[in-house]
């Protein structure tokens, strides 16, 4: 990892952990000069990853984050909408083959599917993550190869985040990807509340010949704060049999195929 890649981690760490970092502490910290402090935060900036004020940086997205860690925790999220989860991943299994390489996203319907995984006991399987709860309920899985990115924690959904994810992930192929989402929308397509999760989801998409969204009825439509990749992305929806028909539609008319669980 470049000298540049640990210093972007550590800042963008000491902002989720902190809520503010000032550029005199990090030079100190970081043992290089102003000026190169100073760089790295106006790159930070430009990639909209925090915003600069007098003596340091702030992130960017506070409010939204605020929102994301008191209301959608992974552990609110598992509870609702269980049955559904549960189907969308029992249709999801029907994706994968022995010998698979796969991704899966952070995510409580993604977790439901690591369970279906676990489970079933598919031989010869290559699962690549960024969510540490996903890892450990594949960890003991025989025949399976589980590859965890670095990346610093967002605790409230377990996921690995940043520069040090983003890295790894850009090093891998897989060839399917289950990704969860807060929002899908034909118009504007997949969506979430946190930009540096965002962020991973893009470059995991980025890496997979095929992406599969798992999202319920109540994510189809909705967009959320953060961009993560457009519908064209998208190669399969499955959701489950309350989803709204003309979302629905619309996202067929975009090109996707939709499984309904």
Do not use: C, W
């Not at 100190?28 to 003596?55: A, F």
């Not at 999760?197 to 009825?217: G, M, N, P, S, Y």
């Amino acid at each position: 990892m470049s000298d540049v890649t640990k210093r972007t981690e550590f800042i963008l760490q000491e902002l989720m952990v902190h809520g503010r970092v000032l550029a005199e502490d990090l030079s100190q910290r970081l043992h290089v000069n102003s000026s190169t402090i100073r760089r790295d935060l106006e790159k930070l900036e430009r990639q909209q990853l925090l915003r600069r004020v007098h003596g340091g940086a702030v992130p960017l997205d506070t409010p939204s984050y605020s929102t994301y860690a008191g209301e959608l925790t992974f552990q609110k999220n598992m509870h609702k909408l269980v049955e559904e989860k549960n189907r969308i991943a029992t249709a999801a299994l029907q994706f994968i083959q022995p010998g698979d390489t796969l991704a899966l996203s952070p995510g409580t319907t993604t977790t439901h599917l690591a369970r279906q995984i676990r489970r079933a006991q598919i031989p010869d399987l290559t699962v690549v993550t960024n969510a540490v709860n996903i890892a450990m309920e594949l960890a003991q899985v025989p025949g399976l190869t589980v590859t965890l990115t670095g990346g610093f924690l967002l605790s409230d959904f377990f996921a690995l985040v940043g520069p040090m994810a983003e890295q790894s992930l850009s090093q891998m192929f897989v060839g399917k990807a289950f990704i969860g989402v807060t929002g899908i929308n034909a118009a504007y397509g997949l969506t979430g509340p946190n930009q540096l999760e965002a962020l991973t989801h893009k470059k995991t998409i980025e890496r997979a010949q095929q992406t599969i969204v798992l999202a319920d009825h109540s994510k189809l439509g909705q967009v959320a704060l953060h961009a993560i990749a457009p519908i064209s992305a998208v190669h399969t929806l499955i959701t489950d049999g309350a989803a709204p028909a003309q979302p629905v539609q619309d996202i067929k008319d975009a090109g996707v195929a939709v499984t309904l669980a």
